[in-house]
């Protein structure tokens, strides 16, 4: 059996947008042996303060803690017996914008970054309200440049399609950065959100997917791997494009930072 030897309160964060292949990537992580999932851990908290019509948002303030700084205190504090990290897929834009965000500096993070054109089509199927603050690629950033400063380096970025394009050799990317060990269980998993073991982790606020919902992850529900990729066009309504304007400049910086292994024919 695979274990990985880390310290007892080692978190692995991945900050990313909505709709960036995000749970895709932490089904994969869950597969590994000592590992919890925190999903979206500080979702209720931001939905709490906003007041829009989410689709989520009753149902994750009703299930899941609402307390911000509680919310901190669990992600950073001693893992639970049995586990070796937690991994946690978290959303930029949840975090408070007035937070001093030193908690950070116990978290080994890196960034995951899509396309905001793919983004935000993608996020309009399930959501009516589409803004530049609803998609967060500005929050992305914002942090990206915040871990910079505290690491004193650049943080690793991935991006999602050159990932999904060669799983294997971003995950081992991936876990090398952050000093895990990869294996080919990450790969494959069994289909159902309900068969993961997300339902049993000891904080029972942490997997959104067991609320009544669907809108978010039927994709995921049903896959078992990372499909091969298939290139599609990507056609925005021209309400839209606003929105993918403002998001594409930060997305082009963070781009620039992106790690990237050569395809062999």
């Known amino acids: 059996m695979l274990i ?96 001093d965000l030193n908690w950070i500096k116990s978290l080994n993070n890196f960034f995951l970054i899509r396309n905001p054109q793919e983004i935000i089509l993608s996020y309009s199927k399930g959501c009516s309200k589409v803004t530049p603050n609803e998609i967060g690629m500005k929050d992305v950033y914002n942090l990206f440049k915040k871990v910079e400063e505290f690491r004193g380096r650049t943080p690793l970025v991935v991006d999602s399609t050159d990932l999904i394009k060669n799983p294997p050799a971003y995950l081992s990317l991936i876990c090398s950065d952050l000093e895990i060990s990869y294996s080919e269980k990450m790969l494959s998993w069994e289909p159902g959100l309900e068969k993961s073991n997300h339902s049993n982790n000891p904080f029972p606020w942490l997997w959104t997917g067991d609320l009544p919902m669907t809108s978010w992850y039927s994709n995921i529900d049903q896959s078992a791997s990372f499909l091969p990729y298939e290139e599609k066009e990507v056609h925005l309504p021209n309400k839209l494009i606003p929105v993918f304007e403002e998001c594409l400049p930060f997305y082009e910086k963070l781009y620039q930072h992106r790690q990237v292994i050569d395809l062999v024919d």
Not at 7 to 33: G, N
Not at 54 to 66: D, G, K, L, S
Not at 81 to 96: D, I, L, P, R, T
């Open 4 to 99: 990985n030897t880390l310290s007892t309160h080692k978190h692995i964060t991945m900050w990313s947008c909505p709709r960036s292949r995000s749970t895709l990537i932490t089904r994969s992580f869950e597969q590994l042996d000592g590992c919890i999932i925190f999903d979206e851990p500080l979702y209720a908290p931001y939905l709490l303060d906003h007041a829009f019509d989410h689709p989520e948002r009753e149902a994750v303030i009703a299930h899941r803690e609402t307390d911000y700084q509680k919310v901190i205190q669990q992600m950073t504090s001693d893992l639970p017996e049995g586990a070796s990290f937690s991994f946690q897929k978290q959303m930029a834009k949840h975090v408070q914008p007035h937070d």
